[in-house]
């Protein structure tokens, strides 16, 4: 009997065979072509990575531009950009709504005649280069400019008010210029309507001056009742303004007609008091000191029983019943100072002769 082989009843394996050459160049092409692949989608997916904040950048610029477009289209002041030429580049729906006419592209120079750009008198047609845009074109700041404009779309005309400012570029350079308008003609109907208010105002405050200064003539007339003897008749209430006019009136008559007495008749006078008889004593005070006589007439019982309560000293007033008794006692004076100064001349005579 024959020994059993030791490796008997083992499956044996196959033994493993190498790779070809070619099988080689195959595996490496493959493995090359996967790494190009991949280089490549890395590659995509990084481009993608770094255009979306570029998009979201672009995304941002032009929200915010719709939104600047929408508040100028919306505003009520009447906005246009021009560039550095004169050449409109933007105006809003406002402006041309204002204007009555299309906003175009037409030269600096036609603007006034255009748009019937007129000075504040309605009449003088504005220069084209002192409008506030074309000013601003030149560098100025033009700050509330009054504008009246009429043309055939708006025969009746309007008034605008307009600001302009020189545009800078971003880089700092010269880009144009920005006016904004608004209609202000309310506003100047309201001021030319209380312009008129006040003049008619003005006219009857005249008229009432005229008026009282008609009644203080002739409530206190100054008459000349003979010769260097005027008569001041008083009537209604003194205050401290009518003695002053009062006053003033009488010492200029008295100086232009050389008077020597002055009569002052207070029988239209209903109501004295303190106030009333100090302003009576500075009138006589006033009158003496040009060197005429003065003297009261006419004081009612009331009134000198009002004096008499009150204790108003009226000093060296010479008071007498009534007008006629003051006439009176004027022409005795004078007859009196007549007769004096004639026998002095002829006391002066007689002496002469001796």
């Not at 570029?54 to 246009?80: C, F, H, T, W």
Request: glycine fraction near 6%; hydrophobic fraction near 40%.
């Amino acid at each position: 009997m024959k020994p059993a082989r030791q490796n008997e009843g083992k499956t044996r394996l196959p033994k493993p065979s190498l790779p070809s050459n070619e099988t080689k160049k195959r595996e490496r092409a493959s493995a090359a072509d996967a790494r190009r692949k991949r280089s490549s989608q890395s590659a995509g997916g990084g481009e993608r990575g770094s255009s979306a904040p570029r998009a979201d950048k672009i995304e941002e610029l032009e929200s915010r531009v719709r939104a600047q477009q929408m508040i100028l289209d919306n505003i009520v002041d009447g906005v246009v950009v021009s560039d550095r030429e004169g050449k409109i580049l933007y105006s809003n729906p406002a402006a041309e709504a204002l204007l009555k006419a299309t906003v175009d592209s037409v030269s600096p120079d036609e603007w006034s005649r255009r748009y019937g750009f007129y000075r504040t008198d309605e009449q003088t047609p504005f220069p084209a280069n002192e409008l506030p845009v074309a000013r601003a074109l030149k560098g100025e700041v033009v700050a509330a400019e009054e504008i009246f404009f009429r043309h055939g779309s708006k025969p009746a005309g309007a008034w605008l008010v307009v600001s302009a400012r020189p545009v800078m570029a971003n880089d700092g350079s010269f880009f144009g210029a920005v006016g904004v308008f608004r209609d202000v003609s309310e506003r100047k109907r309201w001021e030319k309507e209380l312009e008129q208010q006040l003049t008619r105002e003005k006219d009857r405050n005249d008229a009432l001056e005229r008026l009282r200064l008609t009644v203080q003539q002739l409530s206190t007339p100054i008459l000349e009742v003979w010769d260097e003897i005027l008569v001041l008749p008083i009537i209604g209430v003194l205050d401290s303004r009518r003695s002053g006019e009062m006053t003033d009136q009488l010492l200029q008559e008295i100086t232009r007609k050389q008077c020597r007495f002055v009569i002052v008749d207070v029988t239209g006078v209903e109501i004295v008091d303190s106030s009333t008889a100090d302003q009576l004593l500075r009138l006589v005070t006033a009158v003496e000191l040009l060197g005429a006589r003065c003297m009261l007439t006419g004081v009612r019982p009331a009134v000198a029983q009002t004096l008499t309560m009150l204790r108003v000293d009226l000093g060296p007033m010479l008071t007498l019943r009534n007008l006629r008794h003051g006439l009176q006692t004027c022409l005795r004076m004078m007859q009196t100072e007549a007769n004096v100064a004639h026998s002095i001349a002829s006391r002066l005579d007689v002496a002469a002769r001796r």
